[in-house]
Nanobody, 123 residues
Framework: QVELVESGGNSVRAGESLTLSCAASTTSGSVFRINRLDWYRQSPGKQRELVARLESGGSTTYADFAKGRFAISRNNHKTTGYLQMDSLKPEDTAVYYC??????????????WGQGTQVTVSS
């Protein structure tokens, strides 16, 4: 079993930046790594939407609203993922979730969700 813990959410003003983190951990004793990493967001009354994707091979895709402002990445050990968000806008206000395909040496690759972190952007 893998736990994903997001952090970095905060209340900021329009134009400012935030970096969200998604840290994977396990108590199983397995060697593990994050292969595919997605960041989603959900605003009140709206469906959860994909913000950015990082494939296991390193290629990235972004939602149109994120292009040029957000950057997805992971650390070299593939244990933590990130979402750098610049030039934030009030419409970026949402709960941000990471979703990862995590490979464990004992069980193979499974899909996990984090608990979410709140980002609030004021004008």
């Amino acid at each position: 079993q893998v736990e994903l813990v997001e952090s970095g959410g905060n209340s900021v003003r329009a134009g400012e930046s935030l970096t969200l983190s998604c840290a994977a951990s396990t108590t199983s004793g397995s060697v593990f790594r994050i292969n595919r990493l997605d960041w989603y967001r959900q605003s009140p009354g709206k469906q959860r939407e994909l913000v950015a994707r990082l494939e296991s091979g390193g290629s990235t895709t972004y939602a149109d609203f994120a292009k040029g402002r957000f950057a997805i990445s992971r650390n070299n050990h593939k244990t933590t993922g990130y979402l750098q968000m610049d030039s934030l806008k009030p419409e970026d206000t949402a709960v941000y979730y990471c979703n990862a395909g995590v490979w464990l040496s004992m069980t193979g690759t499974r899909d996990y969700w984090g608990q979410g972190t709140q980002v609030t952007v004021s004008s």
